[in-house]
């Protein structure tokens, strides 16, 4: 008999029960956030249900939140929405971090900060960027709200299981090229319906030395690629990650919680229904120049023609290029930008600023730039880089340095784009009016959108100082 | 929820690949705290002039000539013709909510986006899918006559054209199921109480740190 893949070890352990093909599968973790969830408590209230079990939940504000420090809510509808989650969380006594503490941020940068997601979890939220808590081995994928009011009201979600899929990187990245870019590499091989239907597993030589929050990274865009899951296996880097997180076990039921984890990796005998391998040195800094994750070009490349293009793309990309307002053949980098933002749950953590303060320090932004925004994923990701003095080297060089949330990625709060303006942007999704309506986005990765808010046009970090020295 | 078992709908054609559910409903619409109201913000970016935002009375808004779904011969379509990967991007049950609202029951497509797919089922509509040939014929079909219908039947599992053709897709049989008595999930899994209860108990003692708090 062949060996199990990290993804069937994972299911198979949350298995509850089978019935025409359908399975009912445990939820270890629910993390729950103000916009998907009103519908879903109400729905538990109407039907005078409770949540199986509260201890579960762990709930936080993010999308709607004001990043400028001190600010009430200024919209009522937003407003509401969580003050709604408040007074539910506080009736069924859920844990929430609320607005003004400390530990509030995007869901998906907290949980695994607070060890509230642990490898070996099921981890469901509604959001689609849940697969970030894959990357430590754990099966994580986002639901909609009717399945937040199942697992609320059951601790159960009725699913299909994913056939398996890896998707090695092999070899090791060149000098400048971050996790970012080889995720954008990987979806513009695969596509965005190229994982429909699987679980992927990351693997080969490029993500053994990755870190942790590299690898969340790689697994929050695995949606992207069109996986509702995306993971990585247990190693030693992901237990040290865990190790004295408030959440996290410790004592005996730590060393027995290790003991069972590092049991979350392939057999070498496993057989996966698609196997993808890329090799790690020919990754380069990559940007997308269209309205989907798969359009993806070098920094130091030229925006495609879609006449070259195979007959199924090319309408698509005679769109994009339309709605992004760019002509086939122009050299990427004589492209200018009018707003860059730092931030979101693919790239709002420590590393993540650390990454782009490297590349601004001691210089500015270029005068075409109108905003520069840095918003770190979480209270606690904001304390530590003050400690590190990051928030000065920003500041210093015209970046605004804001209050945790999810903020221009997707634009529910003030942070937007204003029809028309260009954005080199750290989130995940450049669909037309994601960052604003009428606003063009490009995907970049930290270092390359802090080298794009010096030059004031896009380059990577190591075009950057060629081009200085 | 509502049950699906026979639909007889005129169809209206949405010639793209990899519509997002940011199109299906921005994101400024996403504050609402209810499940109902969502239609006439459907695909807004597309199918008004202006700019939308929530509390706005639509039906005084520039409507955009060259889309679809403002075509006279379309108006009141409850099948969706779209192409593939149909509602990929953000988890929004708000999408569904919002096709249903204006009165879409049932989407063909070659392919969707998983958890849009399931999303349709909790909110009665029926995903169907089809190959690409097949999409290629509807298409050319709708736009060659004029209130273009179709009738689905789930429990048959076949689509029939107005030539007196049949075309068959394929469906889960729980999903089906569900769809067609109309059944409340979550009542369904809650019949499995006892088995739940084993299993986290089972589950405590083995694992006691998943159940830290």
């Known amino acids: 008999m062949a060996g199990k893949t990290l993804y069937d070890k994972l299911w198979e352990d ?35 249900r409770k949540p199986w079990r509260v201890a579960s939940i762990l709930a936080v504000p993010d999308h709607n939140v004001p990043t400028v420090a001190d600010t009430q809510i200024s919209d009522p509808i937003s407003r509401l929405q969580i003050e709604t989650l408040d007074k539910n969380c506080q009736h069924f006594g859920i844990n929430e971090f609320g607005m003004h503490d400390i530990r509030q941020g995007i869901v998906h940068v907290i949980g695994p900060e607070q060890g509230a997601t642990l490898p070996g979890m099921t981890v469901v939220c509604g959001d ?68 429909t239907g699987y679980a992927i597993e990351f693997a080969g030589r490029v993500f053994e030395s990755m870190s942790i929050e590299g690898r969340m990274t790689v697994c929050n865009m695995a949606i992207e690629a069109g996986a509702r899951s995306g993971m990585v296996a247990v190693d030693d880097k992901t237990i040290d990650y865990f190790e004295g997180r408030p959440f996290a076990p410790t004592g005996t039921l730590w060393k027995d919680a290790v003991k069972e984890w590092k049991k979350l990796y392939s057999d070498e005998d496993a057989v996966f229904d698609l196997e993808i391998t890329l090799p790690g040195e020919q990754i380069t800094p990559l940007i997308t120049w269209g309205t989907s994750p798969e359009m993806v070009v070098p920094v130091t490349g030229k925006i495609p023609d879609p006449e070259t293009m195979p007959e199924d793309k090319r309408e698509s990309a005679l769109n994009a290029l339309s709605y992004m307002d760019l002509d086939p053949e122009t050299v990427v980098s004589d492209i200018t930008v009018d707003k860059i933002f730092i931030g979101s749950c ?124 | 929820m509502r049950k699906f078992n026979l639909l007889d709908g005129l169809v209206v054609p949405l010639d793209r690949r990899n519509v997002d559910t940011d199109a299906i409903i921005p994101k400024q619409f996403l504050k609402s705290i209810k499940r109902s109201g969502f239609g006439p913000n459907l695909f807004d970016d597309w199918r008004y002039l202006d700019q939308g935002e929530p509390g706005m009375d639509n039906s005084s808004r520039p409507l955009n000539p060259d889309f679809v779904l403002n075509f006279s011969r379309y108006k009141g379509a409850e099948v969706l013709l779209t192409r593939s990967n149909f509602g990929c991007g953000s988890s929004r049950e708000h999408a569904p909510w919002a096709l249903e609202d204006y009165g879409i029951r049932s989407i063909i497509a070659s392919s969707y986006a998983d958890i849009f797919y399931n999303n349709c089922f909790k909110n009665g509509i029926l995903p169907v899918i089809l190959k690409e040939n097949e999409i290629n014929r509807l298409f050319v079909e709708t736009l060659e006559i004029e209130h273009y219908r179709l009738k689905i039947d789930l429990s048959e599992q076949t689509i029939s054209l107005p030539d007196g053709d049949h075309l068959k897709f394929e469906i889960d049989t729980f999903k089906k199921k569900c769809l067609l008595e109309g059944l409340d999930d979550i009542g369904q899994t809650l019949k499995h109480k006892n088995k739940i209860r084993d299993y986290e108990t089972h589950r405590q003692q083995l694992k006691p740190w998943l159940f830290l708090s």
């Open chain 1, 14 to 48: 949350h298995l509850v029960h089978q019935e025409d093909g359908a399975s009912l599968i445990y939820i270890d973790r629910h993390l729950v956030h103000e916009v998907t969830s009103p519908q879903a408590f109400e729905g538990l209230h109407i039907a005078g």
């Open chain 1, 346 to 469: 693919t790239n709002s953590r420590i590393e993540d600023l650390r990454d782009a303060a490297a590349v601004v320090k001691g210089r500015k932004v270029a005068d075409n730039i109108m905003l520069a925004l840095v918003v770190p994923g979480s209270g606690l990701v904001k304390r530590q880089a003050e400690q590190e003095g990051l928030d000065k080297i920003f500041i210093d060089a015209g970046f605004e340095w804001r209050n945790p949330g999810c903020s221009m990625c997707l634009a529910m709060n003030d942070d937007r784009l204003e029809p028309g303006e260009r954005c080199a942007s750290t989130s995940n999704r450049n669909f037309e009016g994601r960052q604003g309506a009428g606003g063009r986005t490009h995907l970049v990765s930290p270092a390359t959108a802090a080298a794009t808010a010096i030059a004031g046009y896009f380059t990577s970090a190591n075009l950057l100082s060629t081009r200085l020295h």
């Open chain 1, 128 to 195: 689609s960027h849940t697969s970030t808590h894959g990357a430590f081995g754990a099966l994580a994928f986002g639901i909609g709200t009717s399945e937040v009011e199942h697992v609320l009201a059951t601790q159960c979600l009725l699913q299909h299981k994913s056939r398996n899929m890896r998707i090695s990187v092999s070899g090791s990245l060149q000098p400048g090229v971050t996790p970012k870019d080889v995720v954008l590499a990987i979806i513009g091989e695969i596509g965005t319906a190229g994982g």
